[in-house]
């Protein structure tokens, strides 16, 4: 199965989609002899297969559709899920922040669905490594579907744990955790991170970002952001170019740190409150 083919027609075992009438799509490998049935009629696998991608195809029943490889925001949009996913808009602006590369090792907790290890698995590409810490075996288990179908479950190392306990993992330079209670696992987080490591935290809500901004001053991080992301799009016709009429707006705080180490040079002191590190009493 192949996420993304550089051919520029459609093989089998590829992802494909198929776009049709009011946008409505679907998602599909390709496999010889196979048949892909919808309420607009049945479609041959044989009959896509070969195709360039961009093709016109049609249903027996004469529905029109288009052929083309799904994007990665398709596939994350698209996933089977039991727990909230990660929206593209937020996955991609993680991805920059963190400096996730070819090759690396990252870590997450909170694997959920696997929408973030799937965009984690794709940046740290066919040498790079994820170890994704989930505590539900059922979370888990779909998780690693999702990753199976998409091809890239070889470069994810699934771990069945309670992070509370400690993790495996040291010197690595990335680090995402989207877990009910971010504040009480700061600790955990630093011990995996290299000395100016980056993590990155989804955060439901002002209580919870608050108690996890005095975690991360206390852990000796610091270059603390929070932010969050809100998309809209517009209609694209050029004689009514106007606001969609919905759009997805919060969807979480994320909350970005990076490990620094403790000084006790007084010298330093005026930039180490500067940078947002140092313990501050709670309210």
């Known amino acids: 199965m192949t996420l993304t083919s550089s051919s520029p027609i459609a093989q089998d075992g590829d992802l494909a989609q198929l776009v ?70 937020d996955i991609g602006f993680i991805l920059v922040t963190v400096g996730v590369a070819p090759g690396q090792t990252v870590v997450e907790a909170g694997t959920g669905s696997g929408s973030m290890t799937i965009a984690l698995a794709s940046a740290v590409g066919p040498q790079g490594r994820v170890v994704s810490y989930e505590q539900k075996p059922d979370t888990q288990n779909l998780a690693r579907k999702n990753l199976t179908r998409v091809g890239l479950a070889e470069r994810v190392e699934f771990k069945l744990r309670d992070i509370t306990e400690g993790m495996d993992e040291t010197n690595v330079p990335a680090f995402f955790l989207d877990v009910p209670n971010a504040y009480d696992l700061i600790p955990q987080v630093r011990a995996v991170l290299r000395p100016g490591g980056f993590m990155c935290a989804l955060i439901p809500t002002f209580n919870q970002v608050e108690k996890t901004l005095y975690a991360l001053r206390r852990n000796n991080f610091a270059f603390i952001e929070t932010c969050e992301l809100l998309l809209r799009y517009f209609k694209s016709e050029p004689s009514r170019i106007r606001p969609t009429d919905r759009m997805v707006a919060h969807t979480g705080f994320l909350v970005f740190a990076r490990r620094i180490e403790p000084v006790t040079d007084e010298r330093g002191k005026d930039l180490i409150e500067e940078i947002g590190s140092g313990e501050l009493e709670e309210r």
Do not use: E
Request: charged share 15%; proline share 7%.
């Open 20 to 89: 049709g009438l009011r946008h409505k799509h679907f998602i599909l490998t390709l496999k010889a002899g196979a048949d892909f049935q919808t309420h607009r009629g049945v479609l041959l696998h044989d009959d896509l297969i070969g195709k360039p991608w961009g093709t016109q195809v049609f249903s027996h029943s004469g529905s029109p559709f288009f052929l083309v490889q799904p994007s990665m925001a398709d596939l994350l949009i698209d996933l089977p899920r039991n727990t909230q996913i990660l929206y593209p808009k």
